[in-house]
């Protein structure tokens, strides 16, 4: 059983920066592949950035590809999410994922954190 935790939403104007974090609980966390998605208010939940047990892989929507960077701290139980050059169509709920493998898929993730609010405003 993997416990998510995600934590760094908040309000930020057009154009600038947050950093998500997610925090992990467990010891098995480095054996997990690990996946950012968001949802915003009617709308379905849409794949973000994924990154590999070992961080050596990662994956990005077309939407963000130059803007965000997934990282992992594996001593850390933690994966991070840096947004830069924020844009108000990123406002969402964002969630953490954990799962066998990194993919865009959702389903392919066991388990998912409550998630962080992210608000762009223009």
């Known amino acids: 059983q993997v416990q998510l935790v995600e934590s760094g939403g908040g309000l930020v104007q057009a154009g600038g920066s947050l950093r998500l974090s997610c925090a992990a609980s467990?010891?098995?966390?480095?054996?997990?592949?690990m996946g950012w998605f968001r949802q915003a208010p009617g709308k379905e939940r849409e794949f973000v950035a994924a990154?590999?047990?070992?961080?050596?892989?990662?994956y990005y929507a077309d939407s963000v590809k130059g803007r965000f960077t997934i990282s992992r701290h594996n001593a850390k139980n933690t994966v991070y999410l840096q947004m830069n050059s924020l844009k108000p169509e990123d406002t969402a709920v964002y969630h953490c994922a954990a799962g066998p493998r990194a993919t865009i898929r959702p389903f392919d993730y066991d388990y998912w954190g409550q998630g962080t609010q992210v608000t762009v405003s223009s």
């Open positions: 990154i590999s047990f070992s961080g050596a892989i990662t």
């Open positions: 467990g010891r098995t966390f480095s054996s997990y592949a």
